[in-house]
Each structure stands twice: as structure tokens, then as C-alpha cells.
């Protein structure tokens, strides 16, 4: 009977050491695997979350590691997709030639783009600061104020202080979703209002060249109907009218002019053009009023320069503009010099005047439809549009025309060309 004991006492005891040494490992490889799930724990932490592949184990252990795991991995994708969503917000703005500005329900600048930070002049660190401190224009500050208060915000057109010239409008939406902010859009329309300012001028000049003519020519109708039987008058009306009739005709046959030029309507005939002969004739066209304000018709063309290949009528066209601009610019006794010479591929082409110059705010608008200077360079005669054309005829055969004016005095125009075989 004691040996059964003893057996069984051994027997419990080798089943109690087996049991502790199985206990023992199976507790160390739960340490092992929960230290492996802490480290990827950690890994997560800093922001890493590519995914390992470690054994979490069929227990309960691992199921839970599993599903913390999936938790992890599927907020990952989805700040993925909000980075890649920011990023692409963050390109669309930074590309974007209106200004854009968000300001949270504190009133603190939350986004600038680069358009807004160089319409309202604002400073590189002025994200993050209260609105009311970093933009200077009392009106958009009061734009934000309302629309933080929920007001409804009309638009409003303005001008910065350090650039009259350029105008702005600002627009302001509040914004209710995710908290309380505005939005600030800017737009730049400085083009859209001097184009209007063109539009507007060159209505008030069309109207103005008519009306003068159709005054002179009602007024002298009427006078020829109250004298029919005085020869001499007659004939002296007669031909007014004529010439403002002509005068009109000319007009009208400018803008049409412009008109197909600007469509695109005008072929170029690229032919040799003697620039020597095409000087000789279109000062000869003038010649009885150079000679009549005692002035001097000079042409200088280089041996190299004589011969250009261009479209000859609408050469003869440029040529006789300018040299007509001159001489109604220059003063009894003036100089009008034409020049034409090579310059590495362009020919260049000058007509210099001895008259009062230019503006020198004006010396970019010369070339604008009916665009008046100071009076000191009132528009004698002519209908305005002659500079116009010019530009227009050398746009289309591939060149550039600029006004200057020269250091003794006068102004000087420049046509340049691309020579042509």
C-alpha cells in the first residue's frame, strides 16, 4: 500500500513539474507576442503604419491584436486619403489667380494662398494671427466682421493704397459647416475696368469724330438752302461739306479696317519691297504740307536695308501714318527724319520728329484707338486711328512697333521686322 502511495505522490509531482514547465513556456511566448504587438503598438505611434506580419496566435490574444490591427490600418487609409485630399486643396489654391482667405470662428487667419498674400500685401507668417491685425483695408475687415456674425456680406470693389492702378473686389461667404469662419475670394479686374474704360472712350471719340462733321456739314446744307443763287458760296460750301464727307468716309473706312484686323481678315502678300522708293513716294504725298510748315523731309536707308520682303501696300500703309503723325506733330521750321537699317534678323525702320514728344506715361497708349495725349500734343487733324493701324500691320507681319521719345527733343517711332528671303 505505500509503494501505491508513493507512486502516485511521484506521479503527481512529475505531472505538477510538467504542468509548471508548460505554463512557463506558454507564458513566455504570451510575453514574446505581447511584446511583438507592443512594438508594432509603438511603431504605429510615431507613424508607421505599413503593415508587418507578425504570428498574433489563435487565442484570445491574438484576436484582439488582430482587430486593433485592422482598426489601425483602416485609420491610416483614411489619413492618407485626407493628406492626399489637403494636398490637393493646397495645389488647387496655390494655382488658383484668385485669392482665397478662411478665417475660423476666433477671427484667426486659418489659410492664405499666394494670390491673396500678394493682393493684400500680407506677411509670410500671417497665418495663425487674429485677421483684425494682419489685414490693413478697413473695408474687408469689416467684410469678415459681419460674415462672422452671420450677416449676409455684399461684395465690395476697392483699391490698396500702394497701388491705385490696380482693382480688387473682395467677396465674403460665412461658413457653418465644422464651426463658424468666413471666406475671403478676392479678384483682380484692373483688365476687366480698363478695358471698360477703352470701350467707353472709344464710343465717346467715335461720337465725337462724327458729330463734328455731321455739324459742319448739317450747317452748311442749310446755309446753301437759305442763299441758292450766290455762285460764290455755293461753291465754297460745296466744298466743306466735301471735305468733312471725306473726313467721315475716312473714319468709317479705319474702323472698318481695324475691324478686319482684328478678325483676322487680312491676308499678308509677302513680296521684295524697294524701302528707298517706298520712302520717295510717301514723302512725296506730302510734300506740299512739309513745305507749307517750312519743314525738313530727310531719309537715311542703309545699302544693306533697300530691300525688304513684306507685304508693299501694307509696308506703304505703315510708312505713311507715321510720317503723316509726324509732320501734324512737328512745328513750322521741323525736322522729319525716316531711317531704315539691319539689326543682327530684324529690319528696322524709324520716323523721327523734331515736335514736343511724348508723355512719358503715355508712351504704352499711343497705339490705342483715338487715345488723346496732353494738349501740348493735341491730335491736329487726322482721325485717330492711324496709330492703331500701324500697330496692327506689323503685328500681323510678325514684327513690333514702339514709341520713345529722343533725348534732344521729338519723339521717335520704331517698327522692327523679321527679315524674310
Known sequence: MSSLVLAALAGAAIATIVALVLLSRDHQRRAARAGAIEAVARRYALGDLSRPAPDYGDDELGAVARAMDAAVQELGRRLGGLERD?????????????????????????????????????????????????????????????????????????????????????????????????????????????????????????????????????????????????????????????????????????????????????????????????????????EPLIAEKHQHADAAVAPEARVLVVDPAKMHDILRNLVENAVNYTPDGGTITVSAALEADRHVLTVRDTGPGLPEEDLTRVFERFYRVDKSRARPGGTGLGLAIVKHLVQVMGGTVTAANQRGGGAVFTVRLPLRT
Not at 461739306?241 to 475716312?250: F, L, P, S, V
Open 86 to 286: 489637403r494636398a490637393r486643396m493646397e495645389a488647387i489654391l496655390a494655382s488658383m489667380v484668385e485669392g482665397v482667405l478662411v478665417v475660423d470662428e476666433q477671427g484667426r487667419l486659418q489659410l492664405v494662398n499666394e494670390a491673396a498674400r500678394q493682393m493684400l500685401k500680407l506677411e509670410r507668417e500671417a497665418s495663425g494671427r487674429p485677421y483684425v491685425e494682419a489685414i490693413r483695408h478697413p473695408g474687408i475687415v469689416q467684410q469678415l466682421g459681419r460674415a462672422l456674425s452671420g450677416e449676409a456680406v455684399e461684395g465690395l470693389e476697392f483699391s490698396l493704397a500702394a497701388e491705385r492702378n490696380r482693382t480688387l473686389v473682395s467677396r465674403v461667404a460665412p461658413v457653418v459647416a465644422a464651426g463658424r469662419g468666413a471666406v475671403l475670394v478676392l479678384h483682380d479686374i484692373t483688365d476687366l475696368r480698363k478695358a471698360d474704360q477703352i470701350r467707353r472712350d472709344f464710343v465717346a471719340n467715335v461720337s465725337h469724330e462724327l458729330r463734328t462733321p455731321l455739324t459742319a456739314i448739317k450747317g452748311y446744307a442749310e446755309a446753301l438752302m437759305d442763299e441758292p443763287d450766290d455762285e460764290e458760296a455755293r461753291q465754297r460750301f460745296l466744298e466743306i461739306i466735301h471735305r468733312h464727307a471725306a473726313r467721315m468716309e475716312r473714319l468709317v473706312q479705319e474702323l472698318l479696317r481695324l475691324a478686319r484686323l482684328d478678325a483676322g481678315q487680312e491676308a499678308v502678300e509677302y513680296a521684295p519691297c524697294d524701302i528707298q522708293a517706298l520712302v520717295s513716294s510717301v514723302m512725296a504725298d506730302f
